[in-house]
């Protein structure tokens, strides 16, 4: 597939200045990319730490709201067209078939895999016009954040009848390593790595497919309980800190301002973490 990195979490948002203002001052996230897209709509992306997340505005009542769909970038000497049959020759539905970018120059298009998650695969020329080379990466290398530790993970929930083809994607078309797999109380947990990059698949034999494909991301903290005493501070609704379900470490779960899940951990690296 050739693929360059993972570009980026998509979140479609009701209030796009409340958004910026939580991922980048609340979080304290920086801000890599304020745009428009059209002349009128605005596409903000948002690092923090190596994990980057792009806002764009809905409307509350009328559009889905919250996380829309992941997205991956090609080399620039990738063949697109050839990708994008492949992925039609194994039966993946296009829900946007590939078109040019509204934001500087390159291709982009949008297909499901079989858990119902939207990939957006984009090809660019133009280096998004980057204020400074970064390796023709999105990303600012090496950026810190006072609060969190990693961009941990971007989680899928999974059901029985789409485990194996997602395995079957994720390493065999878009071409993951299998960084690890945890299994506890009928949990299947595995994480699929590229480059630097994480998503979780959850499986637990049994559960219907659900709405929601794309669960929550996973923010590294070092306290949950540190994580809680800083979002009362700021008069944001929490839960309570409790135990990982597959135990030792800690987690606590907000909901961003359009409901998405965001859910800090405070375990090692998933390098070091053992059960």
Same mark, same amino acid.
């Given at each position: 597939m050739n693929i360059k990195e993972l570009n980026h979490v998509a979140i479609r948002v009701a209030d796009i200045e409340k958004s910026v203002h939580f991922y980048s001052k609340v979080l304290n996230g920086t801000i890599i990319l304020d745009e428009c897209s059209d002349g009128k709509d605005r596409v903000v992306y948002v690092q923090i730490v190596n994990g980057v997340i792009e806002l764009t505005q809905g409307k509350a009542g009328v559009d889905d709201l919250g996380f829309r769909h992941i997205a991956f970038s090609m080399e620039e000497d990738a063949n697109f067209d050839s990708s994008v049959e492949e992925l039609k020759s194994a039966g993946y539905k296009f829900t946007i078939d590939p078109r040019a970018t509204l934001i500087g120059s390159g291709r982009l298009c949008f297909f499901e895999d079989s858990s119902g998650v939207v990939f957006e695969l984009i090809q660019r020329n133009d280096k998004m016009r980057l204020p400074i080379q970064r390796n023709n990466k999105i990303? $600012?290398? *090496?950026? #810190? *954040?006072? &609060? $969190?530790? %990693? =961009? %941990? /993970? $971007?989680? $899928?929930?999974? /059901? %029985? %009848?789409? =485990? #194996? #083809?997602?395995?079957?994607? &994720?390493l065999n078309i878009m071409g993951f390593k299998l960084k690890r797999i945890l299994e506890k109380n009928g949990l299947l947990v595995s994480y699929y790595s590229w480059d630097n990059d994480t998503l979780e698949t959850c499986y637990k034999k049994g559960v219907k497919k659900v709405a929601q494909h794309i669960d929550h991301i996973a923010l590294r903290v070092e306290s949950c309980a540190d994580v809680k005493t800083y979002f009362k501070s700021l008069d944001i609704v929490c839960g309570d800190v409790h135990e990982s379900p597959l135990g030792v470490y800690n987690m606590i779960n907000i909901n961003g301002p359009d409901g998405e899940n965001l859910q800090f951990i405070d375990r090692p690296s998933l390098e070091e973490y053992m059960l």
């Open positions: 990303r $600012i290398p *090496n950026l #810190k *954040n006072p &609060y $969190i530790l %990693d =961009f %941990d /993970h $971007i989680s $899928i929930n999974l /059901h %029985d %009848d789409n =485990f #194996k #083809k997602c395995a079957d994607f &994720y």
